[in-house]
T-cell receptor, first 114, second 117 residues
Framework: DAKTTQPNSMESNEEEPVHLPCNHS???????IHWYRQLPSQGPEYVIH???SNVNNRMASLAIAEDRKSSTLILHRATLRDAAVYYC???????????????FGTGTLLAVQP | GAVVSQHPSRVICKSGTSVKIECRSL??????MFWYRQFPKQSLMLMAT?????????EQGVEKDKFLINHASLTLSTLTVTSAHPEDSSFYIC?????????????FGDGTRLSIL
């Protein structure tokens, strides 16, 4: 599985934008970039995913570099409820094969200050 | 949205007991479900891939006789921790993805906190 690299931790202030980086220099052409987050004592929650183009949804935006070797998850206005561990994961879209697995790295622990 | 229900949310039991954890997809069918384990302050570790109607695929280092997985229907997978010991105490999490929707995200349960005394 292609590996991702994220900072161990980041801090943000409430109501300010947050940019969470992820490096994935060994990404293959069929790998999707997925972001999940995990609040304390809960299962992970899907945030967003994309392949090549930037993506937006109600939770966040995903900016993907042109060479796809890095991406950035953007929370437009951080709230205290956004404090969580954010995981950037590559997943191949071989529907029937082993690459459907999500392998979690260490993620980025985001702290949001009031 | 897609919901995965995991039960029970917390289990406390004596050493030597076998514990069964259920994972249900409530509003979609899932041919494949996944089981993870998470120790305190660590990331999720994939234990096994549960396949409806066939044997589970275990990750390297996971004992299949210790962690029994049964995927009896398209909406239910169970993980049984057999003869649990204190070192099996952990947070167990399942996930599922809708059948035929390979481009869609996985949906996770809220986890089961297992404490073996």
């Amino acid at each position: 599985d292609a590996k991702t690299t994220q900072p161990n931790s980041m801090e943000s202030n409430e109501e300010e934008p947050v940019h969470l980086p992820c490096n994935h220099s060994t990404i293959s052409g069929t790998d999707y970039i997925h972001w999940y987050r995990q609040l304390p004592s809960q299962g992970p929650e899907y945030v967003i995913h994309g392949l090549t183009s930037n993506v937006n949804n109600r939770m966040a935006s995903l900016a993907i570099a042109e060479d796809r070797k890095s991406s950035t998850l953007i929370l437009h206005r951080a709230t205290l409820r956004d404090a969580a561990v954010y995981y950037c994961i590559l997943r191949g879209e071989n529907y029937g094969g082993a690459t459907n697995k999500l392998i979690f790295g260490t993620g980025t622990l985001l702290a949001v200050q009031p | 949205g897609a919901v995965v229900s995991q039960h029970p949310s917390r289990v406390i039991c004596k050493s030597g007991t076998s514990v069964k954890i259920e994972c249900r997809s409530l509003d979609f069918q899932a041919t494949t479900m996944f089981w993870y384990r998470q120790f305190p302050k660590q990331s999720l570790m994939l234990m096994a891939t549960s396949n409806e109607g066939s044997k589970a695929t275990y990750e390297q280092g996971v004992e299949k006789d210790k962690f029994l997985i049964n995927h009896a229907s398209l909406t239910l997978s169970t993980l049984t921790v057999t003869s649990a010991h204190p070192e099996d105490s952990s947070f167990y999490i399942c996930s599922a993805r809708e059948t035929g929707r390979g481009d869609q995200p996985q949906h996770f349960g809220d986890g089961t906190r297992l404490s073996i005394l």
